[in-house]
């Protein structure tokens, strides 16, 4: 209580960017480098420095930061950010008596290992586009939550995509189509089903792992076989049978949450009906993402803990 009112309150550090490399040898795989931007928040009873001048129990966000930097250093083996993010929350909570949650937020900058002459090159890398993200939250009792994400995985297909059969009312001008680009920039979020501290699993199982291996069912869904593809009656099927298949592939993912902007290809018709100067035939589009389609859903296994 804080003079007869109820505080809640949290500090940490935002935008701490810290990169790790492992210089391992070429014959066993070369270097590894990451570039990760992480933020920590703890849930810590200062409550004399909000209410006083009183600032004995502050975990100085200064320290935070400076506590990633050691963190980072003491990970003399290639951690993935969900291990790493684990280390910062159980050392927030564990360390200090007065801090009692820690949330650590941590997005990485994907850098590529670039093939040269056809080989991967052992100590050379070029920046990627979509981004691996997680968001780790560690309680003192040892209990955690791990989400994992990718942003900006930016996917089109130039056909088997259509949407027919919506409302049809007076607001309705969108014609029926068997024929259309569809293209989205996918967000989706993963769960996994880790509860507490003791039940993390040891090797072989790796969170980086797991994520290439969303992704891939993410993109394999989505566009179907290499030659032939896969028909998608709406964004909305193809999202779920995206999430549906990441929950059936993989038994250690408890939900998944995926955004699908549906991000426009106009037809381009013009000219007037006397002198048309352009008449679409499926191959010149205006691509826009103002307006945009936005589509989301959340798919979880029967009595997963959201
Ligand atoms: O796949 C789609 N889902 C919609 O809900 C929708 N709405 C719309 O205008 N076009 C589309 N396409």
Same mark, same amino acid.
């Given at each position: 209580?804080?003079?007869?009112?109820?505080?809640?309150?949290?500090?940490?550090?935002?935008?701490?960017?810290?990169?790790?490399?492992?210089?391992?040898?070429?014959?066993?795989?070369?270097?590894?480098?990451?570039? #990760?931007?992480?933020?920590?928040?703890?849930?810590?009873? +200062?409550?004399?420095?909000?209410?006083?001048?009183?600032?004995?129990?502050?975990?100085?966000?200064?320290?935070?930061?400076?506590?990633?930097?050691?963190?980072?250093?003491? +990970?003399?083996?290639?951690?993935?950010?969900?291990?790493?993010?684990?280390?910062?929350?159980?050392?927030?909570?564990?360390?200090?008596?007065?801090?009692?949650?820690?949330?650590?937020?941590?997005?990485?900058?994907? #850098?590529? !290992?670039?093939?040269?002459?056809?080989?991967?090159?052992?100590?050379?890398?070029?920046?990627?586009?979509?981004?691996?993200?997680?968001?780790?939250?560690?309680?003192? @009792?040892?209990?955690?939550?791990?989400?994992?994400?990718?942003?900006?995985?930016?996917?089109?297909?130039?056909?088997? @995509?259509?949407?027919?059969?919506?409302?049809?009312?007076?607001?309705?001008? =969108?014609?029926?189509?068997?024929? !259309?680009?569809?293209?989205?920039?996918?967000?989706? #979020? #993963?769960?996994?089903?880790?509860?507490?501290?003791?039940?993390?699993?040891?090797?072989?199982? +790796?969170?980086?792992? /797991?994520?290439?291996?969303?992704?891939?069912?993410?993109?394999?869904?989505?566009?179907?076989?290499?030659?032939?593809?896969?028909?998608?009656?709406?964004?909305?099927?193809?999202?779920?049978?995206?999430?549906?298949?990441?929950?059936? /592939?993989?038994?250690?993912?408890?939900?998944?949450?995926?955004?699908?902007?549906? =991000?426009?290809?106009?037809?381009?018709?013009?000219? @007037?009906?006397?002198?048309?100067?352009?008449?679409?035939?499926?191959?010149?589009?205006?691509?826009?993402?103002?307006?945009?389609?936005?589509?989301?859903?959340?798919?979880?296994?029967?009595?997963?803990?959201?």
């Amino acid at each position: 209580m804080a003079e007869n009112f109820q505080l809640q309150s949290r500090h940490g550090k935002s935008r701490v960017r810290v990169s790790r490399v492992w210089r391992r040898p070429a014959a066993a795989g070369g270097h590894i480098i990451v570039e #990760w931007n992480v933020a920590v928040s703890i849930v810590s009873d +200062c409550l004399p420095s909000y209410i006083s001048s009183d600032n004995s129990a502050i975990v100085a966000t200064d320290s935070i930061k400076n506590t990633v930097y050691v963190k980072a250093k003491e +990970c003399t083996e290639v951690v993935s950010m969900e291990e790493f993010a684990v280390i910062l929350g159980r050392h927030f909570t564990s360390l200090y008596p007065q801090v009692s949650e820690a949330t650590v937020t941590i997005v990485e900058r994907p #850098w590529d !290992r670039v093939t040269v002459d056809g080989k991967p090159h052992s100590h050379g890398f070029k920046v990627g586009v979509e981004k691996h993200s997680t968001e780790v939250i560690v309680k003192k @009792s040892g209990s955690l939550l791990i989400n994992s994400g990718i942003q900006g995985y930016s996917l089109l297909k130039t056909t088997q @995509s259509g949407f027919e059969g919506f409302v049809t009312d007076r607001y309705r001008l =969108l014609p029926d189509t068997r024929e !259309r680009i569809v293209a989205t920039e996918v967000t989706a #979020w #993963w769960r996994y089903p880790f509860e507490h501290v003791s039940q993390l699993p040891s090797k072989p199982f +790796c969170f980086t792992q /797991r994520y290439q291996d969303v992704k891939r069912v993410l993109t394999e869904t989505f566009f179907g076989p290499a030659d032939v593809g896969v028909y998608s009656p709406s964004v909305q099927n193809t999202l779920y049978l995206m999430a549906k298949e990441v929950l059936t /592939r993989f038994p250690d993912i408890s939900s998944v949450q995926l955004r699908m902007p549906n =991000l426009h290809f106009l037809p381009v018709n013009l000219g @007037s009906k006397e002198t048309p100067l352009v008449k679409f035939a499926d191959d010149v589009y205006l691509p826009t993402d103002e307006p945009h389609g936005t589509i989301e859903a959340t798919l979880s296994r029967p009595m997963s803990k959201l």
